[in-house]
């Protein structure tokens, strides 16, 4: 009934379509529009909606186009109609004509019209007007993303629209150079100066990719000003107000900065003062990442400004200001003020100020923060206030001079009435407490009598460690907690019951007459418990700690493990080393790699050739018609005097390249260029690698502190307990068997990974919703390739198969595979492919039929096979014209798994997140 | 404690299982999403291939998550897209992007929008923008080409689209004319993209509103803990043909931070601290400037307050009492205070000496619509709460948000020193009005 209704309705616009009256059509468009706004299907109207896109009325054809462009895609047949009305419109004497023709030709996503398409934009990239030649701009990224087979005709009209002088142009060419090939860098040089200067007169959205483009440019070309900063730092305020000043400074050190790289900077720095946040904050990154250090504090008052705007903005403003603060305190401390929490503010947005304040921390101003904090504290939003109590834990282990008020301060916390406040504060005293813990028995203690009245897990097992961790300095009172918690054993939560077993071990080995039968009973518990987690820590432990003749070298260790003093947590800001991704980014927002992120290199060591800018001061030939537009232009009052200082600034700065060219060195080769930053950047990959290891390393040695003591152990010793760590908390015994032997070869690094890889396996929901989890390129991928098909058995034919251990492009649950096919024989093979048919039931997708191998020659294709996470082969037939070979592929465990970087805050948190 | 991640249905998985990922990356703006309160998706806009509407699935997670609607990360990444979203009059606008793009850009460009429909329709509410769903069609379709903006100026887009005004609504039935521009607007050509060329009015006048805003928290004791000001200078200027305006202060000094519109001369600001421009039509805003810290800022009122509940006793007690405060004698006008109470407050029994107050139970929410303060009888409220029985008493004392106006003043002490006009011939009629507001004016108790 309704569907029928539907068509009926459907039916009465196509009548209305049809119908001769233009505003019956137009009506009748109008609700077409609002079907497609409501996200209704009207894909049915296609043919009638199609005939009117030749009409009259303008208001009705961008109707049209606006359903075209939406349904072009699902009948691609139907659009080829209307393609001639914009061939012809293409033509039109009216430049706006000629835009909107090119604008809807190239959105509809038809490959048959590519060559239409590119013939299209080419002569749209030559026309007269820069408004059309502003539409080819874009069309060259639609193009692009339609074909990518298109790349080197498109490159070629992207050069010739860099070198297009209207501001109009600018900003959408760089637009399509950045989608398109990025990594050109050398099509930008002649322009570069150019783009310097017009930036200014560029329309909003254009300077923004301007800016981020020069940034990445400038650090491919210029050598870091970042030199002697020390004796600059932060005490030179004076110099960046006085430009003359500041030029005395720069000629007394021997660091002479490239004037490009000035002019950018120079001419940046009144976008500062633009109204657009995107543009204030292109700006701060550029100067971030290019300035001098003490030029870096103008931006500080801009991004002050950004925080009186939207609630989004704000956000994404103090996410940067926290990256910026940890490095540069300074830049912010005057202004720590403005970074005060209002009650109004938005929880995310109050725990980043927090974050800034703490950052900003230091002897002179802590006593104002604390006090500010002490407010915060009382919040009625608890999750803030929970997190103001880690912002004073942070504040105490950084400032030595008020660790013993801040202490104080949290131990009244603990009889506060709020239940997440009195955890909070448990848990940071117990990080507080272990970087000092001899001197504050009375605190373990007060917490000691404090236990009975907290409910909340995680401060109770916070209480309980330290309880067990310094048992040596409340002797009598361990014991008696002890004996409480045996009571109430069966009624704790999961990770309150390990602690217990935790503490009773401890005392165990600490005081074994008073507590021996107290453990033993505990572990007789813990032995039955519902969780496996706890029955195999209970298993664990008492093989470490009863000795008997099973037990072997490890017990002996057993004190050695459990009682080894622990390193202090160290407590740190969430934005330390946020700085690895460019500022006001996406990916820095997520902190982690967005696709399509490009990354900032490093300065070159030397500075490569200067003279590639170097542009002929003769206006070129072919835009003449600009050149008018131009001097009609300056005949213009209001304009005339910017014109006229940005040629003279032209001037001034191409002399001063004739002397720098005379410097300069020879030219270096690109090639040569390109690849030394590319060593570069692999030996900085692992240097960081090998950081994010050992910071993870530490990171684990403070969650499980009993556990990964192992690492001090002797090399097989940790082995086997590593092990049997894994195999208790997974287990899935075989797998780490298979892949442990691999990796332990590799590195520990590995191992980490591997828990993660379970963890994913484990949790595949999870996996979907924290999508912070990023795929990464594989640290190693093994060059041996597996046979799939010997050359006896092939006639000639054989294949060899490879994991490239590259995310599929083919799709999501895929493994991607190269294989390599070579003919042996003597002649031809025709027509390889592989047979439509599939035995076993696992997708394929299938690399395209091979016409021809000849004799000796070989070819390497790329397919995917969804294994469904199973390890059973994949059977297919791989065919020739004559012959048809089954063959199978048998995946190792190892290859069906999803690399994965997540930094070090995601990885215990998904950690935390894993039962177990 | 952490969040435990949410599981998504299943059909969500089954449906990112079978999607394909798209060879190229396409940058910018791939979609948008309206959704209104209840979250339900209102209208859909794709500037490129359709996205299905199920990604906003990981939007409305998010929105189950948070507590308030404001606290909703503007930033959700998902498998295969991101999601920008910025909420404005209960609408959230969702964009769907697909790889690396400036954050803020999309943010910057999404305000941009919803400023566009309100100048188009008036108000942004989900009612006007489905009434009037072809003309937001054809401004978002003007505004991205492709997912990159294109027109964003509003001078340019009233050429290009005519806003819907009910005369306009009633001839164009009739007549079966259009509210489409049959011209390419000429300001998109011009070195002035701002301005439309060939206005014309009888009546030439120029209006400026230098309007200042305090932001302070104030502590118990009555102390300040930080104020600034924050100032704008907003535009209606009506001229004909190209004038060509400047406009200097008294006191240019003060601005210790400025942003400007596009259309002022930033080098002449530079070296003599004139703003020189050729304005657009209509209203804009010409500049936004701060206040240096460093200057003293004059708190023009004060609060006096005893709110305090007793341990173990059902009641508390509630007294508020407002006065002026340097105010250079000028009268503070439409004063209104508002204040979240703790959440065991059941109800406010109060008695205001002027005005009106409400108390909403389910949110807590006080607010008291003062008016103007009488320097002589200070506007006061005074009474009990009721508090829910056995709850402990709460730790923190509510904070108190004031808002009010005071006209013809400029609290920072800016002012216009002249206004003159170039390039036309005629006398324009120019004003200047000042005004100070609160801005984030809190005070805690």
């Known amino acids: ?916 | 404690m952490p969040n435990h991640p949410v599981p998504v249905p299943s059909s969500v998985l089954a449906a990112l299982k079978n999607k394909t990922i798209h060879l190229s990356a396409a940058k910018m703006i791939h979609s948008l999403f309206l959704v209104n309160a209840s979250g339900d998706i209102f209208l859909e806009k794709h500037w490129k291939s359709v996205v299905s509407r199920s990604v906003c699935d990981y939007f409305f997670e998010a929105l189950e998550r948070a507590t308030e609607p404001e606290n909703v990360p503007p930033v959700i990444p998902t498998p295969h897209h991101y999601l920008i979203n910025v909420l404005r009059h209960r609408i959230y606008f969702v964009a769907v992007i697909q790889s690396e793009v400036p954050p803020l850009f999309v943010i910057e460009f999404l305000h941009r929008v919803v400023d566009t429909f309100q100048d188009y329709f008036g108000v942004c509410t989900e009612a006007a923008i489905k009434d009037n769903v072809v003309v937001v069609y054809e401004l978002l379709e003007e505004m991205l080409d492709n997912g990159f903006p294109l027109a964003t100026e509003s001078n340019i887009l009233k050429e290009l689209i005519k806003p819907p005004t009910i005369l306009r609504t009633v001839v164009n039935t009739i007549t079966g004319s259009t509210n489409v521009g049959e011209q390419l607007p000429t300001g998109q050509l011009s070195v002035v993209p701002w301005r439309r060329t060939g206005v014309k009015y009888t009546n030439n006048e120029a209006y400026f509103d230098v309007i200042e805003e305090i932001d302070a928290i104030i502590d118990k004791s009555g102390s300040t803990i930080t104020a600034e000001i924050q100032g704008v200078i907003d535009a209606c200027v009506k001229l004909t043909g190209m004038p060509d305006l400047t406009l200097s202060f008294m006191n240019p000094r003060l601005l210790d931070d400025v942003s400007f519109h596009p259309c002022v001369r930033f080098k002449r600001w530079e070296a003599e601290r004139i703003l020189s421009f050729i304005p657009p039509d209509g209203n804009f805003r010409l500049l936004s400037y701060h206040v240096s810290s460093q200057n003293l800022v004059a708190i023009p009122v004060y609060v006096k307050h005893n709110i305090s509940f007793r341990e173990g006793s059902s009641q508390g007690r509630f007294e508020l009492t407002l006065g002026p405060k340097q105010t250079m004698g000028k009268a503070v006008e439409s004063v209104l205070v508002s204040s979240q109470l703790p959440r065991g407050v059941l109800n406010a029994n109060l008695n205001p000496s002027q005005g009106t107050y409400t108390f909403d139970p389910v949110t807590k929410l006080l607010s008291w619509d003062v008016g103007k303060i009488n320097p002589q009888k200070l506007p006061s409220l005074k009474g009990s709460m009721s508090l829910q029985a056995g709850a402990s008493k709460p730790d923190e004392n509510p904070t108190i948000n004031i808002q009010f106006k005071i006209q013809q003043l400029a609290i920072s002490g800016l002012k216009v020193n002249r206004l003159d006009m170039y390039g036309e011939k005629y006398k324009p009629f120019k004003g200047i009005k000042y005004m100070t507001k609160a801005g984030k004016f809190q005070v805690r108790t």
């Open chain 1, 1 to 916: 009934m309704l569907n029928h209704r539907f068509l009926c309705r459907n039916e009465d616009l196509k009548e209305m379509l049809e119908s001769n009256k233009e505003s019956l059509k137009l009506e009748a468009m109008k609700r077409i529009v609002g079907l497609i706004a409501k996200g209704k299907n009207a894909s049915e109207l296609f043919p009638a909606v199609v005939k009117n896109v030749a009409s009259k009325n303008i208001e009705l054809k961008k109707l049209v186009y606006v359903y075209l462009v939406r349904y072009a895609e699902e009948q691609q047949d139907l659009a080829l109609l209307s393609i001639s009305t914009f061939q012809r419109a293409l033509k039109d004497p009216n430049q706006l004509i000629r835009a909107s023709a090119l604008r809807v030709l190239s959105s509809i996503r038809v490959p048959i019209i590519v060559p239409i398409m590119m013939l299209a934009i080419k002569e749209a990239a030559t026309d007269l007007s820069p408004y059309v030649r502003k539409t080819a701009a874009h069309a060259i990224q639609k193009l692009y993303s339609l074909d990518p087979d298109q790349k080197e005709h498109l490159i070629e009209v992207i050069e010739k629209l860099l070198k297009d002088k209207s501001t109009l142009v600018a900003g959408s060419v760089v637009m399509a150079f950045e989608e398109v090939c990025p990594d050109r860098i050398d099509l930008i040089h002649k322009n570069y100066r150019k783009l310097c200067n017009l930036l200014v007169d560029v329309e909003e959205w254009g300077q923004v990719v301007i800016i981020h483009m020069l940034t990445r440019y400038a650090r491919t070309q210029f050598v870091s000003p970042w030199r002697e900063d020390a004796m600059f730092d932060e005490n030179n305020e004076k110099a960046f107000y006085d430009s003359e000043e500041e030029r005395k400074v720069e000629q007394t050190k021997p660091y002479i900065m490239d004037p490009d790289h000035r002019l950018l900077l120079r001419n940046t720095k009144p976008l500062l003062q633009s109204r657009n946040t995107a543009v204030v904050m292109a700006v701060s990154q550029l100067y971030w990442h290019l300035a001098p250090k003490h030029e870096l504090s103008i931006i500080t008052k801009s991004l002050v400004r950004l925080l009186r705007s939207h609630r989004e903005v704000q956000y994404v403003v103090l996410q940067n200001i926290a990256t910026m603060s940890i490095q540069r305190k300074g830049m912010f401390e005057p202004f720590m003020k403005s970074f005060y929490v209002r009650s109004t503010d938005a929880t995310h947005i109050k725990t980043l100020k927090l974050e800034i304040l703490t950052n900003l921390a230091n002897e002179a101003n802590i006593s104002t923060i604390l006090r500010e904090f002490q407010t915060y504290v009382k919040s009625q939003d608890k999750a803030f206030a929970a997190a103001t109590i880690q912002a004073i834990g942070r504040c105490a282990t950084n400032i030595s001079e008020v660790t013993d008020t801040c202490l104080n301060g949290l131990v009244l916390l603990l009889s506060n009435r709020d239940e997440t406040v009195v955890a909070e504060s448990v848990v940071v005293i117990k990080k507080l407490l272990q970087t000092q813990p001899s001197q504050h028995s009375d605190i373990i203690k007060h917490m000691a009598k404090l236990f009975d009245n907290i409910t909340v897990p995680m401060a109770r097992a916070s209480i309980l460690w330290l309880m067990g961790e310094y048992c040596e300095h409340v002797p009598k009172i361990a014991p008696d907690v002890l004996r409480k918690m045996a009571k109430t054993f069966t009624n704790e939560e999961d990770i309150v019951k390990l602690q217990i077993v935790n503490l009773a071990a401890k005392l165990y080995l600490t005081n074994s007459k008073q507590t021996k039968l107290l453990t033993q009973y505990i572990l007789n518990l813990g032995k039955y418990d519902q969780n496996y987690d706890i029955r195999d820590r209970t298993r664990f432990i008492r093989q470490l700690i009863v000795p008997n003749e099973k037990s072997g070298a490890l017990s002996k260790y057993a004190r050695r493990i459990l009682m080894a003093p622990k390193p202090a947590p160290v407590l740190q800001s969430a934005f330390k080393d946020r700085d690895r991704f460019q500022l006001g980014t996406l990916s820095h927002t997520l902190n982690s790699q967005a696709s399509g992120y490009l990354e900032l290199s490093d300065w070159p060591a030397v500075a490569p050739d200067q003279s590639v800018r170097n542009v002929e001061v003769v206006e070129p030939a072919g835009a003449p018609a600009l050149r008018k537009s131009k001097t009609a232009k300056s005949n213009e009052k209001f304009y005339s005097d910017s014109e006229e200082e940005e040629e003279e600034e032209e001037e001034g700065s191409s002399s001063e390249e004739s002397v720098s060219e005379s410097e300069s060195e020879e030219n270096s080769d690109d090639s040569n260029k390109s690849s030394s930053s590319q060593s570069e950047k692999s030996s900085s990959e692992s240097d960081s690698e090998k950081k994010k290891k050992t910071l993870k390393n530490k990171k684990l040695q403070q969650q499980k502190p009993d556990i990964l003591i192992i690492t001090y152990l002797p090399p097989q010793i940790m082995q086997k307990t590593l092990l049997l760590i894994i195999m208790t908390k997974y287990i899935l015994i075989h797998i780490v068997l298979s892949i442990s032997t691999q990796f332990f070869v590799n590195c520990m690094c590995s191992l980490l990974h591997l828990c993660v890889f379970l963890a994913c396996q484990f949790d595949v929901v999870s996996w979907h919703v924290h999508v912070s989890l990023q795929a990464s390129s594989p640290v190693f991928v093994p060059e041996t390739s597996h046979e799939l098909l010997h050359r006896m058995t092939g006639k000639g034919l054989s294949a060899q198969y490879r994991f490239t251990r590259q995310p599929c492009i083919y799709g999501n649950s895929m493994v991607s595979l190269q294989l390599t096919l070579s003919n042996s024989s003597d002649q031809a093979l025709e027509n390889i492919h592989i047979s439509e048919k599939s035995s076993t039931g696992q997708n394929i997708h299938r690399f395209n039929a091979i016409e021809r191998l000849e004799p000796q020659a070989s070819v390497t294709v790329s397919m995917g096979v969804d294994f469904n996470d199973s390890t059973q082969a994949a059977n297919f037939q791989l065919c020739t014209k004559e012959d048809e070979f089954s063959v199978s592929i048998q995946p190792a465990v190892g290859e069906l798994l999803l690399p994965i970087t997540m930094s070090e805050a995601d990885f215990t948190k998904e950690q935390e997140h894993r039962a177990g």
